[in-house]
């Protein structure tokens, strides 16, 4: 179930009855927390061209699974809006705990062609790490972030 439908059960159940809210919260895991991707990762960027390459490192291996299943291609298009004009791909790597975007059509050109500030996309990993990741209570309890 996507966490969208989760909240509007959730709000649903709120109107309709207290304790089913909290029964069916309960069982559905309903994300309640968010924490920005700078408590659990360090990222370095550059640029190929017309593309800006982050990689996002988990400061712990526990942090890892969390980064995996929250920082996807479509979750870092989103964050970046129409600064990223082309597609978002993510690649892992495991073994390093690590993730690798490739954001295309996102300098304006690549560094001789733009007029952007930055036109090597220096900054793009400060402000991945700006974006805000959601979890459970419970999560943010196992992980040491409550």
């Known amino acids: 179930m996507k966490k969208s439908n989760r909240r509007r059960m959730y709000v649903r159940c709120i109107i309709s009855n207290l304790e089913t809210c909290l029964i069916l919260k309960h069982i559905s895991n309903i994300y309640e927390m968010k924490v920005s991707l700078l408590k659990l ?3 370095r960027s550059g640029d190929k061209g017309d593309t800006a390459n982050v990689g ?3 400061l712990k291996d526990e942090y890892y699974p969390l980064i995996v299943r929250e ?3 479509e979750a870092v298009k989103d964050h970046f809006g129409p600064m990223v004009r082309g597609n978002v791909e993510r690649f892992e790597l495991p073994n390093l705990k690590s993730l690798n975007f490739l954001l295309h059509e996102s300098l304006g050109g690549g560094g001789t062609l733009s007029l952007m500030t930055d036109a090597q996309g220096k900054t793009f990993s400060t402000a991945l790490l700006r974006m805000n990741i ?3 209570d419970a999560e943010a309890s196992q992980l040491g972030l409550a």
């Open 41 to 43: 990762a360090h990222a």
């Open 56 to 58: 996002v490192v988990a």
């Open 71 to 73: 920082v996807t291609a």
């Open 134 to 136: 959601e979890l459970t």
